[in-house]
């Protein structure tokens, strides 16, 4: 049997961006409409600044209201910093930390205000934390697919960092196109060269794409072998620390009827994925 496919839904991703505040208990039902598809994981909120992103300052408030006792579905937050990690362990609901590790310098100051030397020492901080806590870190390498701030930026310089946090131990790597920069030559290549290379490392791709280019980028990873991918429903959000013109997330949607013609098991419901994507319909009309 082949392994399942994992999807990762990210409402976290999809509403961070909104400037209105979305009401805690419409945030509730609405990733509780998510619990009920079978998703992998879902990111559901981060433990960040609320100056940084207002929108996720009642992440714990909606933790406590979740019913957790019928999903198979496991809890990621964000965090940025080491006092993000530590607010994040104490809820034993939330199994994985992601945090964001740009290879742009320009990047990671503006989405943490960090230099990257100073990020890997946040990065080896959060990892001691997580495993004396029984949590996983999900790395995303943030500017894995291209640079449009005048870093350097090269499918070997990816290879570096790859091998650099590989012996930090990270064991969940999601290469991240924040800006919607991939193509699949490049999906390919960083794919299919890192995965045999790393066997021990999982490796996610999260993607941005606009609407013409979902097709090939989530065929280019999955035909490199990748097994995991992050989307929201209807491709919502994106990262409102790029720059403005943002391409949007990849629509889960599509990466399920992608994987449903690939013959592939998501073990996700059909059913309640359709109740959910009508309650992202009703939610992200209202507040967009």
């Known amino acids: 049997m082949n392994k399942p496919i994992k999807i990762i839904e990210c409402p976290r991703d999809a509403m961070q961006g909104i400037k209105s505040f979305i009401p805690t208990e419409r945030k509730v039902a609405y990733i ?6 079978g998703f992998d994981s879902i990111d559901f909120g981060s433990f960040v600044s609320p100056k940084a992103i207002p929108q996720m300052q009642d992440t714990a408030a909606v933790l406590a209201q979740l ?42 100051m503006r989405n943490t205000h960090k230099t990257i030397a100073e990020s890997i020492v946040t990065l080896s901080e959060i990892l001691d934390i997580a495993s004396s806590s029984n949590k996983e870190v999900v790395a995303y390498l943030s500017m894995g697919f291209g640079n449009p701030y ?16 590989a012996k930090m131990g990270v064991k969940i790597l999601s290469l991240s196109d924040t800006i919607g920069s991939s193509t699949p030559e490049n999906i390919s290549y960083l794919f299919s060269n890192l995965i045999p290379k790393y066997p021990e490392i999982e490796f996610g791709a999260h993607l941005h794409t606009t609407p013409d280019k979902w097709f090939e ?22 990262c409102p620390m790029a720059k403005d013109e943002l391409t949007g997330n990849m ?12 013959k592939e098991n998501t073990n996700t419901s059909p059913m309640s994925f359709e109740s959910a994507y009508n309650e992202a319909t009703k939610l992200f009309r209202e507040f967009h």
């Open 150 to 165: 005048g870093d350097p930026w090269n499918v070997e310089i990816v290879g570096e960092w790859t091998e650099k946090l």
């Open 67 to 108: 019913d957790l006792s019928q999903t198979k579905s496991k809890l990621l937050a964000i965090i940025a910093n080491t006092q993000g990690a530590q607010n994040a362990v104490v809820f034993p609901e939330i199994h994985y930390l992601g945090f964001p590790f740009s290879i742009s310098e320009n990047f990671q």
């Open 217 to 238: 980028k989530i065929d280019a990873a999955y035909q490199a072998g990748c097994l995991r991918f992050d989307g929201a429903i209807q491709g919502f959000g994106g």
């Open 32 to 37: 509780q409409s998510l619990l009920r598809v």
């Open 251 to 262: 629509p889960t949607e599509k990466l399920l009827s992608y994987f449903t013609t690939q």
